[in-house]
């Protein structure tokens, strides 16, 4: 048995490590309510001759606007596709993470084909963000049949920063001492 644990926890790190985040976003998450996290997953073909995918979307994350009990399970919606593996989500959240009384709802548009590699994607998305000067919006990398993983990590990752902040609040607002 702990080996099959070990190799789930080997798993779970490389696909982890196979999604990034090319351009981060560095604002905090609301404490109570929804906050909203658009970004452009870039996907990479899925076979020689095929092109990248660059899709864009939002996650809204909704926190309890109430103070509620510790027991309630976190709901992800729209983050896998039929063909992707979500144990992974399983995974994070039976050892790494405390994401109850989180809404984390995923919508996007269609999937646009337009480039050989995902690094020529990631650039030219670049420069359109720049040139608009928006800040808010971040570009993810995935392998092909990864682009759940990369949602859920970019979701995650910002839960995680949001943290100090949120639990400063809650301080400030005397629900913690």
Known sequence: MWFDEFDDELRFRDTWEAVQIARPVNYS?????????PYYLVCD????????SVTRGEVRITRATII???TAQPEFRNFFG??????IVEFLMARTAGFSNLKLDNTSGPAEIV???IEEAVEKLNRRLDDLEEDRTAILTAPA???????LRYAAERIWASAPDN???LRERGFLP
């Open 29 to 37: 998450l609301f404490t109570f309510g929804e906050s909203e996290l």
């Open 45 to 52: 073909k899925t076979a020689d001759g095929e092109t990248v």
């Open 68 to 70: 509620t009990p510790d």
């Open 82 to 87: 039929e063909q992707e593996d979500d144990s």
């Open 115 to 117: 480039s050989d590699r």
């Open 145 to 151: 049949g990864l682009g759940g993983v990369a949602l």
């Open 167 to 169: 639990v400063q609040e």
